[in-house]
């Protein structure tokens, strides 16, 4: 991530570079892009942030015991069988509309 950063912020001065005489609606798709590098950007540094004071953390052992839970869930043996829903809800068809159709 300490690379990637400048790089995006590189990126994003192109993004935001202006260009003389050219109506707005050709640079749509750059202001766009910009808004994503931006939003990129904010996001590294929030994870940046929260791995150097350890609010964001794991283990070897803590991703082993999640990914065998995750597993024991996703089998479909281990689940009970699920039922079919019945609609109970009115039919919005009428009687006459059915016997036309019929």
Not at 7 to 30: D, I, Q
Not at 45 to 68: I, K, N, P
Not at 73 to 87: H, K, L, N, Q
């Given at each position: 991530?300490?690379?990637?950063i400048?790089?995006?912020?590189?990126r994003?001065?192109?993004?935001?570079?202006?260009?003389?005489?050219?109506?707005?609606?050709?640079?749509?798709?750059?202001e766009?892009?910009a808004?994503?590098?931006?939003?990129?950007?904010?996001?590294?540094?929030?994870?940046?942030?929260d791995?150097?004071?350890?609010?964001?953390?794991?283990?070897?052992?803590?991703?082993r015991?999640?990914?065998?839970?995750?597993?024991?869930?996703?089998?479909?043996?281990?689940?009970?069988?699920r039922?079919?829903?019945?609609?109970?809800?009115?039919?919005t068809?009428?009687?006459?509309?059915?016997?036309?159709?019929?």
């Amino acid at each position: 991530m300490k690379f990637y950063i400048p790089a995006l912020e590189a990126r994003l001065a192109e993004l935001e570079r202006p260009v003389p005489g050219l109506p707005r609606v050709f640079l749509l798709e750059s202001e766009y892009m910009a808004a994503v590098v931006r939003a990129q950007i904010k996001w590294l540094r929030a994870v940046t942030a929260d791995l150097r004071s350890r609010r964001l953390t794991w283990s070897e052992q803590s991703l082993r015991r999640f990914a065998a839970e995750w597993a024991a869930e996703a089998d479909p043996s281990a689940r009970p069988p699920r039922r079919r829903a019945v609609s109970k809800a009115p039919s919005t068809t009428s009687s006459r509309t059915r016997a036309r159709k019929a």
